[in-house]
């Protein structure tokens, strides 16, 4: 069974960096992709990042691109997400997922981590 465990949220002021990280269980990850997503109160879930676990390329949504970075360390099953330059709306729950590089759902999903940012 796949699971995923994120941890490295919190508070931090604008201009600041927090990096999470999503550590991986249950399975090779060698044909999968992990993501990162963010929830803000009252919105839906929007993607931020994702890595593809073989080769590691990545793809990032335009709002974090060149803010964000995602990375992974296989040996240590974790994926990463270094948050720099945090805005307040940045501002939501944080879930990693994965999903097979075959399908287009992710279908394994984390607790989440609260990352707030204050002005």
């Known amino acids: ?7 490295g949220g ?3 002021q604008a201009g600041g960096s927090l990096s999470l990280s999503c550590t991986v269980s249950g399975r090779t990850f060698n044909n ?6 963010c929830q803000a109160p009252g919105k839906g ?7 593809a676990w073989n080769v590691g390329s990545t793809d990032y949504a335009d709002s974090v691109t060149g803010r964000f970075t995602i990375s992974r360390d296989n040996a240590k099953n974790t994926v990463y997400l270094q948050m720099n330059n945090l805005k307040p709306e940045d501002t939501a729950v944080y879930y990693c997922a994965a999903r097979r590089l075959t399908t287009r759902v ?11 940012v204050s002005s």
């Open 10 to 12: 919190g508070l931090v």
């Open 45 to 51: 879930r929007d993607f931020v990042a994702a890595i």
């Open 1 to 7: 069974q796949v699971q995923l465990a994120e941890s």
């Open 106 to 116: 992710y279908e394994n999903w984390g607790q989440g981590t609260q990352v707030t």
């Open 32 to 37: 999968y992709l992990v993501g990162w997503f």
